[in-house]
T-cell receptor, first 111, second 113 residues
Framework: DAKTTQPTSMDCAEGRAANLPCNHS???????VYWYRQIHSQGPQYIIH???NNETNEMASLIITEDRKSSTLILPHATLRDTAVYYC????????????FGKGTHLIIQP | GAVVSQHPSWVICKSGTSVKIECRSL??????MFWYRQFPKQSLMLMAT?????????EQGVEKDKFLINHASLTLSTLTVTSAHPEDSSFYIC?????????FGPGTRLTVL
């Protein structure tokens, strides 16, 4: 079973910030929080990951709570092309194991 | 990010035939690649781990004789769906980790008539 819990769906207005929450209360000390998104009929796209510090890249920001039991992915200025299913995954890294996907959040950006 | 390609992007075949799907890492070498399957309106499910130079490891419930995996080089893994049936129709996706992060191919849509 996936070790994360996400809302099934969310709406966000175009141009506004989209904040996607994820609960991972059983995360282990060596596990990272990864975010991917999947646009319809495409392979998942890597967005960002972090261990305990907040992270930012050209796509998004990742805010991880101090106890690491939850995190929030922030898309600062959502566009229609950001409509996708967003997956939050906890993973110990190293590249030796496959990823366990939950159901994700279907983010719909409204014009 | 790293680039992973798949070929073909879609394939339609008759029941009973075999279909080969290729997964390539274009700008890095991958000793390990992963194969996933995704049915409509469902999430990705890990099928197997492809290991260069050794046998693949399969997840519970995945038939190794039906889904043949060959990882003959550091940039290529192939998945062959043998004796395909309509229930094998799905979206097949591979991934590879150049570092700790996995990058996914664009997927292959298999339709078995």
């Amino acid at each position: 079973d996936a070790k994360t819990t996400q809302p099934t769906s969310m709406d966000c207005a175009e141009g506004r910030a989209a904040n996607l929450p994820c609960n991972h209360s059983t995360i282990s000390g060596n596990e990272y929080v990864y975010w991917y998104r999947q646009i319809h009929s495409q392979g998942p796209q890597y967005i960002i990951h972090g261990l305990k510090n907040n992270e930012t890249n050209e796509m998004a920001s990742l805010i991880i709570t101090e106890d690491r039991k939850s995190s929030t992915l922030i898309l600062p200025h959502a566009t229609l092309r950001d409509t996708a299913v967003y997956y939050c995954i906890v993973y110990s890294g190293g590249g030796a194991d496959g990823l366990t996907f939950g159901k994700g959040t279907h983010l719909i950006i409204q014009p | 990010g790293a680039v992973v390609s798949q070929h073909p992007s879609w394939v339609i075949c008759k029941s009973g035939t075999s279909v080969k799907i290729e997964c390539r890492s274009l700008d890095f070498q991958a000793t390990t690649m992963f194969w996933y399957r995704q049915f409509p309106k469902q999430s990705l499910m890990l099928m197997a781990t492809s290991n260069e130079g050794s046998k693949a490891t399969y997840e519970q419930g995945v038939e190794k004789d039906k889904f043949l995996i060959n990882h003959a080089s550091l940039t290529l893994s192939t998945l062959t769906v043998t004796s395909a049936h309509p229930e094998d129709s799905s979206f097949y996706i591979c991934s590879a980790p150049p570092t700790d992060t996995q990058y996914f191919g664009p997927g292959t849509r298999l339709t078995v008539l």
